[in-house]
């Protein structure tokens, strides 16, 4: 929100710098502009600095690193050249580089947390209506929150099961596709075992209450598939390890052109080439675009009725 706020109100100055501002306005909006960028700098850019920084303690590549120097370097010779009223300055490019890249990574976040949400079949176990047998025989409706083990619950046609049961009834028909993918409706016996999410196709039918919640089959499988983690998935690790071959070229080719600028004594040129060869060349295609679509496919899956328990295999 900051970097979204600083950018918005630089580029106002920025624009009008271009348009041809004279060089009394010019000063004053590039010294607006350079008071915008430090928040930018200090604490919205603050994440990926300090990524920057471990992977540089762990000696490992990260896509933050070709970031964080783009932007320390861009914040760096914009201020140098602000300072001394000579040359261009590139305060709204830096704010609009930081602002993008969380951008993306939040959409990324809420798509990864969209697509490893179980909200719609996890709500079976919440207050949910159930009709429980009293120890009278008789039939009261009850939250199933308000179920125990050992409890025995009676079951209507088309009623989904939500919690393990045992079959008490002499024998009934139930469909268990959310849980083997079986379209075909499975005969059960007495004392028989009925998984979580089975749909009952019987007028009626006794069961016995033997796990719930996450003790259950389906409630196992939930905790599995919250807890996956697509920065496993195959396609993400293979993104990541070319992203690393993809940050040492672009750090390689910044430190010739900076051997170069300081060889031909045109170092602003060497920086300013140098930016432009950090800012472009970032891997983020690998690293953002990549979950993206691992987190959009899972989600389509979901759509479809299908939930992803494990990305690895």
């Given at each position: 929100g900051i970097a979204a706020a600083a950018m918005s109100?630089?580029?106002?100055?920025?624009?009008?710098?271009?348009?041809?501002?004279?060089?009394?306005y010019s000063q004053l909006f590039d010294t607006i502009s350079f008071a915008f960028c430090l928040p930018v700098i200090f604490y919205s850019a603050k994440p990926i600095f300090k990524n920057c920084i471990s992977a540089f303690k762990l000696k490992a590549t990260s896509v933050d690193i070709p970031l964080a120097m783009a932007i320390g370097l861009g914040f760096c010779l914009s201020t140098f050249n602000f300072v001394r009223a000579n040359g261009p300055v590139y305060f709204d490019s830096i704010t609009t580089l930081v602002f993008l890249?969380?951008?993306?990574?939040?959409?990324?976040?809420?798509?990864?947390?969209?697509?490893?949400?179980?909200?719609?079949?996890?709500?079976?176990?919440?207050?949910?209506?159930v009709s429980?047998?009293?120890?009278?025989?008789?039939?009261?409706?009850?939250?199933?929150?308000?179920i125990g083990l050992?409890?025995?619950?009676?079951?209507?046609?088309?009623?989904?099961?939500?919690?393990?049961?045992?079959?008490?009834?002499?024998?009934?028909?139930?469909?268990?596709?959310?849980?083997?993918?079986?379209?075909?409706?499975?005969l059960k016996h007495r004392k028989d075992k009925i998984d979580a999410g089975a749909i009952?196709?019987?007028?009626?039918?006794?069961?016995?209450?033997?796990?719930?919640?996450?003790?259950?089959?389906?409630?196992?499988?939930?905790?599995?598939?919250?807890?996956n983690s697509i920065s496993k998935n195959p396609a993400t690790l293979w993104a990541q390890s070319r992203s690393k071959y993809f940050t040492i070229v672009i750090i390689s080719i910044s430190?010739?052109?900076?051997?170069?600028?300081?060889?031909?004594?045109?170092?602003?040129?060497?920086?300013?080439t140098i930016?432009?060869?950090?800012?472009?060349?970032?891997?983020?295609?690998?690293?953002?675009?990549?979950?993206?679509?691992?987190?959009?496919?899972?989600?389509?899956?979901?759509?479809?009725?299908s939930y992803v328990k494990n990305e690895s295999s």
């Open positions: 109100n630089i580029m106002i100055y920025a624009v009008s710098n271009y348009a041809g501002a004279t060089s009394g890249i969380l951008l993306s990574r939040y959409f990324v976040k809420v798509l990864t947390r969209k697509s490893m949400s179980t909200k719609g079949i996890s709500s079976l176990f919440l207050n949910t209506g429980k047998v009293s120890a009278d025989n008789s039939v009261t409706q009850v939250y199933s929150r308000e050992g409890d025995e619950i009676i079951c209507t046609e088309d009623e989904r099961v939500i919690f393990d049961c045992e079959l008490i009834s002499d024998s009934a028909l139930f469909l268990n596709t959310i849980n083997t993918g079986e379209s075909t409706p499975i009952c196709i019987e007028d009626q039918v006794h069961l016995k209450v033997i796990e719930i919640g996450t003790k259950t089959k389906l409630g196992r499988n939930l905790e599995a598939i919250e807890s430190t010739i052109l900076l051997c170069y600028g300081a060889y031909t004594g045109q170092m602003q040129l060497a920086f300013e930016l432009a060869v950090l800012s472009v060349g970032c891997p983020c295609a690998f690293a953002i675009a990549t979950p993206i679509v691992v987190a959009t496919r899972i989600n389509k899956l979901k759509s479809l009725g």
